[in-house]
């Protein structure tokens, strides 16, 4: 049976039972989710759910007023970088599949920007445009132009 450990909003800080390896990659990708393109919202009520089930350990998911959305089991003992990436990937994956969004979108690009660990830190994780390949924003520090 899955124990809920917490729910929040998308672009809030996670609450004080969220574990502090979930903290860095739901704040930074929550944060680059304030900057959907121009008319696009995502449902009312998204937020975050951190849950735990036996056997699996820790899914982190979306959930809206509309029921839990998407869930992914994830491993806390990945660096914040990669575990950066990995969440915003899926988190990308779920409102281009199911909500419909094109996020990130690359700047004066039709493609969407491809999240990846930073290979010289392992603290961080970067928005590349798939086209070339360059970093140009770290997950979390998006524009509005983005």
Do not use: K
């Not at 820790?58 to 969440?87: C, I, N, W």
């Amino acid at each position: 049976m899955r124990n809920t450990i917490a729910t929040w909003p998308l672009d809030a800080p996670p609450p004080p039972d969220v574990p502090a390896e979930f903290r860095t990659p739901c704040t930074r990708v929550g944060r680059d989710l304030r900057h959907l393109p121009a008319g696009a919202r995502l449902p009312d009520g998204a937020c975050w759910e951190l849950s735990e089930e036996p056997g699996s350990g820790f899914l982190l998911g979306l959930g809206s007023t509309r029921g839990l959305r998407y869930t992914l089991e994830v491993d806390p003992y990945l660096p914040p970088g990669p575990l950066t990436a990995l969440v915003a990937e899926q988190v990308q994956d779920h409102v281009t599949g199911y909500e419909f969004l094109q996020w990130p979108t690359c700047p004066g690009h039709v493609h969407l920007l491809v999240p990846a660990a930073d290979p010289d830190d392992a603290e961080r994780a970067r928005w590349h445009c798939r086209r070339s390949g360059h970093p140009l924003a770290l997950i979390g520090d998006l524009s509005t132009g983005s």
